[in-house]
């Protein structure tokens, strides 16, 4: 009955998992929203898609949801 927000950060390898892209379509059937993620560097100090939206992203998404 509230909104749920994912802000999802990973390995890219992990990001492009099959199973893992077949999962999120499956949240965002239910009505999750999500933000991110992002292309930069990620932990592991390579660049690529994975890295968490940045906080501000974050923040404004979640404001915009509860004002729906």
């Not at 990973?10 to 999962?23: G, T």
């Not at 930069?40 to 501000?56: F, N, S, T, W």
Request: charged residues 20%; glycine residues 10%; negative net charge.
């Amino acid at each position: 009955t509230v909104p749920v927000l994912m802000a999802p950060a990973m390995n890219s390898h992990m990001w492009e998992n099959p199973i893992l892209q077949r999962n999120l379509e499956m949240l965002k059937g239910y009505g999750v929203c999500f933000v991110g993620p992002v292309e930069g560097k990620l932990a592991d100090g390579r660049p690529g898609m994975g890295r968490m939206a940045d906080v501000e992203e974050i923040v404004a998404t979640a404001d915009a949801l509860l004002k729906e």
